[in-house]
């Protein structure tokens, strides 16, 4: 229990925080499930919206500290290397 007013601020501030920040984590693993799956099917159109719809969500978490961004980067360069390997086979 904080015993000054700014510390005590500064924990609910902390627990709005790691609130919105898991919120937003797993939005990006939402979608990038959703584009594994979609993969998965090889279903070259909606796995090119799922695809696109999880790098822009993953982009927007690095942005917003919630991942590390060479964390979103590796993850990107997977699911767009997996949806070259379907767009191929379509």
Not at 12 to 17: L, P, Y
Not at 50 to 70: F, Q, T, Y
């Amino acid at each position: 229990m904080a015993n000054i007013k700014s510390a005590d601020k500064r924990n609910r501030a902390d627990v709005r925080k790691t609130e919105r920040n898991r919120r937003r984590k797993a939005e990006v693993q939402t979608a990038v499930r959703r584009a594994r799956e979609a993969l998965a099917d090889n279903q070259a159109e909606v796995a090119r919206v799922e695809v696109m719809n999880a790098v822009s969500k993953l982009d927007k978490a690095a942005e917003n500290g919630v991942i590390h961004r060479n964390n979103a980067s590796r993850r990107k360069a997977s699911l767009m290397r997996n949806l070259s390997v379907v767009e191929t086979d379509a």
